[in-house]
């Protein structure tokens, strides 16, 4: 992986990666996302169809930054997620820089269905994000937190997990759930790879949801690995 812009380098190893990523010194929403060319967020039905191995081991090592990752159920479901995220490597990373081992889990669900796979040996308790009235069947040790009553209020799900000591916040979609963080004006940080494929007519965006009001976030860099580019935005800031 090397850098493009704003000044090219060479290829960058490990600690520069992490580096170009950092943790914040307060509270953070990142979204880490793929497309195509055209506009799709996945391929075949499934985003991870677009990637590469650069771009899963940027994944991981934004995984290694977060307190928590959030990912909706149906995309637990297609993309295949087990319960644990990081390899022991990342797990020592975490470690030695005063971090837990792991990043806790979060599924957000509109149903109440998440995947049995998200249960199965967690190294951490896994969170379920729902709201009061949607079914709560889940294993004895799940912290289940209800944000909302009918629906799950992107914004009172950020300040439950902030109230958890979770404020290092890692969107992996999907669209619905990126969506409504959008629409709420919560998302601080997109990171976007750009896959050299055209998916043609059919596929969905990153975001899905009803319209909303356009946000500008501000250019921080442009990485590649050869084949996809790596780009970081981040929220404007405030004078």
Request: proline content about 10%; charged content about 20%; aromatic content about 4%.
């Amino acid at each position: 992986m090397r850098r493009l812009w704003p000044e090219p380098s060479a290829e960058l190893d490990s600690g520069e990666l992490l580096s170009a990523y950092p943790r914040a010194d307060r509270p953070l929403l990142r979204a880490n996302m793929i497309t195509s060319l055209d506009g799709a967020a996945t391929l075949e039905g499934r985003s991870g169809a677009l990637g590469s191995p650069a771009d899963q081991d940027l994944m991981k090592r934004l995984r290694m930054q977060a307190d928590v990752v959030v990912v909706g159920a149906g995309t637990i479901r297609v993309e295949g997620y087990g319960a644990t995220l990081l390899d022991a490597e990342a797990q020592a990373w975490r470690t030695a820089h005063g971090l837990t081992p792991h990043p806790r889990f979060a599924a957000v669900t509109r149903s109440g269905d998440v995947p049995a796979k998200f249960f199965t040996d967690p190294p951490t308790p896994p969170i379920v994000i729902t709201y009061a009235s949607a079914p709560h069947d889940y294993p004895a040790d799940t912290e289940v937190i209800d944000c909302g009553d009918s629906s799950v209020d992107p914004a009172v799900m950020v300040a439950e997990l902030a109230a958890r000591g979770l404020t290092q916040i890692l969107c992996e979609g999907g669209p619905h759930l990126l969506g409504g963080l959008v629409a709420a004006d919560l998302v601080d940080e997109l990171c976007l790879t750009l896959s050299p494929t055209l998916a043609g007519p059919g596929s969905v965006r990153i975001v899905a949801g009803p319209p909303s009001a356009p946000r500008r976030l501000t250019p921080t860099h442009v990485l590649t690995d050869g084949t996809h580019l790596y780009l970081r935005h981040t929220r404007p800031t405030t004078p």
